[in-house]
């Protein structure tokens, strides 16, 4: 038996792809840039390694591969594409709240008072705000409450194919 795939699916599919996508570039430029510090620390002739740094940084690559395959896999009406995206999920909810301790421009907010931020610091705060956690602690939310519905769960059961 047949099973297709909604406008909702393919929406959710799409998003996956589009969001894994960027957090593959995110995670790519985040651990360029602790390379990039490693090799300034070395060039100084001080042996430290960033690793809560980039630690992060891998977390955000791997968090972009999974939502990637996940949108894959919900294009092909995959069962493994509904539980991956049940772990995108997951992920994009713990790389949000581990952003508060890895990225540096937070530790600003604990020191400083916001309103002494400059318009720099302010516009770099916004930003840092809407990658980390506007845009996908509600998409996780969302991805949540939509592979939990009974439609979208009988979709996606083993033994349906597209």
């Known amino acids: 038996m047949e099973q297709e795939r909604t406008g909702g699916m393919t929406a959710i599919a799409v998003l996956n792809i589009i969001f894994g996508g960027v957090g593959i570039l995110n995670g790519l430029y985040l651990a360029l840039g602790s390379f990039v510090?490693?090799?300034?620390?070395?060039?100084l002739d001080v042996f430290q390694i960033p690793v809560?740094?980039?630690?992060?940084?891998?977390?955000?690559?791997?968090?972009?591969?999974?939502?990637?395959?996940?949108?894959?896999?919900?294009?092909a009406l995959r069962p493994w594409g509904r539980a991956l995206s049940l772990v995108y999920g997951g992920l994009l909810i713990l790389s949000s709240v581990l952003s508060f301790f890895a990225v540096p421009i937070i530790a600003a907010i604990g020191t400083y008072d916001i309103?002494?931020?400059?318009?720099?610091?302010?516009?770099r705060l916004i930003i840092f705000s809407l990658i980390y956690v506007v845009l996908p602690v509600?998409?996780?939310?969302?991805?949540?409450?939509?592979?939990?519905?009974?439609?979208w769960k009988?979709?996606?059961?083993?033994?349906?194919?597209?």
């Open 37 to 43: 510090l490693m090799y300034e620390l070395l060039r």
């Open 52 to 75: 809560a740094r980039l630690a992060f940084a891998l977390l955000i690559l791997a968090t972009g591969i999974v939502g990637l395959i996940a949108g894959i896999g919900i294009f």
């Open 115 to 123: 309103g002494s931020l400059s318009a720099e610091g302010l516009a």
């Open 138 to 151: 509600p998409y996780a939310l969302l991805l949540c409450v939509v592979f939990y519905k009974p439609a």
């Open 154 to 162: 009988t979709t996606f059961a083993k033994g349906w194919t597209a």
